[in-house]
């Protein structure tokens, strides 16, 4: 399974039409990802049938949220599943970067029967077991992970723990750096089959169409 990350319409677009099988849509690049337009979602979802998984995070930087934030969190999953989401991704931690079990609890339960994925916030819990044990209980469907390091290459060692122990009960969704050069090889070491992507080329904006392809012809 090819997720890929698509921070403005040209992605996600390209990538709709190509050959990945889902995306993640959000704005904001530079932030690592926030809640996108809603105007822009059901234009794509009007347009497009792939599934479109939306981030859920108000703000960029921490993944600590204000009482006002986490309501906004709340009001936008009511929002998106009105207009047809997907699935959705999010995370929020406590101060001490560990899981916010009940205000993820809420969102999940918000979210209903559509699948929820935690995402990248995950790396920075410091025991990454204790962590996936807790999405697992909380009702996550997917868990964005690059093993706790920089990025998945650097990771390896760890993600293939995590998806040995824990694939069976939550999807490891593989993600950080991943690209056509190396999905091959994190695939075959790792024994995933769950792989996020923004497929952007080195020094390009956007999503690029052969890229998508060739990561999705090395899995």
Known sequence: ML??????????????KSVADRIEFCADQQLGGTTPYIEE??????????PIFVMIRPKGGEFLYSDMEFEQMKKDIVEFKKAGADGFVFGILTAGNNIDTERNRQLVELAGEIPCTFHRAFDRTPDLDVAIKKLIHIGFRNVLTSGGAENAMKGKEKLRALVQKYSDQINILIGGGVRSGNIHELKSFTGGSYFHSSAIPSYETFADDDEIKKLKNAL
């Open 3 to 16: 997720e890929i990350a698509c921070f403005e319409m040209t992605s996600a677009e390209t990538a709709l």
């Open 41 to 50: 979602f059901r234009y794509l979802k009007s347009v497009y049938r792939k």
